[in-house]
């Protein structure tokens, strides 16, 4: 079984059932193949501006973070993924993806400035 325990658990803000129903769908997901490829046609499909974005992007090897815009809907469509692929989605579990997903999220809304920070410098963020 696949165990997340997001950093926002350590400060009480995630209870246990919230990270057991994340942490059941979870593996319900990933057990069938294509879960990771629905959700990233989901996001492609979702904005013209992402699709533009993306377009020659190899996922396998992104390394660079999204504008912070996009985020709200990488999470809406990773929930649209999750809900075709685990058949007990329901609401409560779609809170608890949502609760699991915003620490991550917001870390990498707050990194978003320092990388465009770097960039304008002209520096590579890349690495092989």
Same mark, same amino acid.
């Given at each position: 079984?696949?165990?997340?325990?997001?950093?926002?658990?350590?400060?009480? +803000?995630?209870?246990?059932?919230?990270? %057991? !129903?994340?942490? =059941?769908? /979870?593996? $319900?997901?990933?057990?069938?193949?294509?879960? @990771?490829?629905?959700?990233?046609?989901?996001?492609?499909?979702?904005?013209?501006?992402?699709?533009?974005?993306?377009?020659?992007?190899?996922?396998?090897?992104?390394?660079? +973070?999204?504008?912070?815009?996009?985020? %709200? !809907?990488?999470? =809406?469509? /990773?929930? $649209?993924?999750?809900?075709?692929?685990?058949? @007990?989605?329901?609401?409560?579990?779609?809170?608890?993806?949502?609760?699991?997903?915003?620490?991550?999220?917001?870390?990498?809304?707050?990194?978003?400035?320092?990388?465009?920070?770097?960039?304008?410098?002209?520096?590579? !963020?890349?690495?092989?």
């Amino acid at each position: 079984m696949l165990t997340v325990l997001p950093s926002s658990y350590d400060d009480g +803000a995630m209870n246990e059932r919230e990270i %057991e !129903l994340f942490n =059941d769908s /979870l593996e $319900r997901c990933t057990r069938a193949s294509g879960f @990771l490829d629905r959700f990233y046609e989901l996001f492609l499909a979702s904005s013209e501006e992402v699709a533009k974005k993306f377009k020659h992007t190899d996922f396998r090897k992104q390394k660079r +973070a999204l504008k912070p815009e996009f985020y %709200e !809907l990488w999470l =809406d469509c /990773l929930i $649209r993924a999750v809900k075709e692929f685990d058949r @007990l989605c329901d609401s409560e579990t779609e809170r608890a993806w949502r609760s699991m997903m915003r620490a991550g999220i917001e870390f990498m809304k707050s990194r978003y400035s320092s990388v465009v920070e770097v960039e304008q410098d002209g520096k590579s !963020l890349e690495h092989e």
